[in-house]
């Protein structure tokens, strides 16, 4: 695709059931980053993969959450039994090294 | 202390005013940095590059001073649609892409 795709768009969830967002990047940029972006504040870094291997996950704010990027492309983000302090809009981005990385449009998580 | 710290504003500007954002970053092996716009609801989108010899696209200015691990926008001749965040953002090659809280511009007719 043209750009970095991201599913679902909104995803509401009960506290205590688990998500999956996606993340398409940009085809051939190798490094991947999901941050987490509360209302009114910066993107928070959550984590980075270059090609399938995870460099860095030093951002995720707990064990129930966990990202995968088995083949070097699509990524997953899972947060497990949800938390209303995770409600926040999660978004994407990818880079070729060290260049602009391009962001997809989010995904906006409510958890009830 | 945060990474990368921006004054979050609002900066409140009449049309036609020249504004100024700073930023200043704590990781002085930050190699590549940048100014993102968000506007409300959006993601985040590249606004300009910031090379150490300064830079300028249009209306905007970008600056970067590694001695005092500071960057600077100016915005001039500021337009109703120049309303929007704008993120700094700093990152050591290899590493990830570090943001700013954002600095909010409301730009008034």
């Known amino acids: 695709g043209a750009g970095v795709s991201q599913s679902p768009r909104y995803k509401v969830a009960k506290r205590g059931q688990d998500v999956a967002l996606r993340c398409d990047p940009i085809?051939?940029?190798?490094?991947l980053f999901w941050y987490q972006q509360a209302l009114g504040q910066g993107p928070e870094f959550l984590t980075y993969?270059?090609?399938?291997?995870?460099?860095?996950k030093s951002g995720l704010p707990s064990d129930r959450f966990f990202a995968e990027r088995p083949e070097g492309s699509v990524s997953t983000l899972k947060i497990q039994r949800t938390q209303q302090e995770d409600s926040a809009v999660y978004l994407c981005?990818?880079?070729?090294?060290?260049?602009?990385?391009?962001f997809g449009q989010g995904t906006r998580l409510t958890v009830v | 202390r945060k990474e990368v710290e921006q004054d979050p504003g609002p900066f409140n500007v009449p049309e036609g005013a020249t504004v100024a954002f700073n930023c200043t970053y704590s990781?002085?092996?930050?190699?590549?940095f940048f100014w993102y716009r968000q506007d409300c609801r959006k993601e985040p989108k590249l606004l300009m590059s910031v090379y150490s010899s300064g830079n300028e696209d249009g209306r905007f200015t970008a600056q970067l001073n590694r001695a005092s691990q500071y960057i600077s926008l100016l915005i001039r001749d500021s337009k109703l649609s120049d309303s929007a965040t704008y993120l700094c953002v700093a990152c050591v090659w290899g590493q990830n892409f570090v943001f700013g809280p954002g600095t909010r511009l409301s730009v008034l007719p």
């Open positions: 990781n002085s092996a930050s190699q590549s």
């Open positions: 981005a990818s880079s070729l090294q060290a260049t602009e990385a391009f």
């Open positions: 993969f270059q090609n399938e291997a995870q460099l860095d």
């Open positions: 085809s051939g940029h190798v490094s």
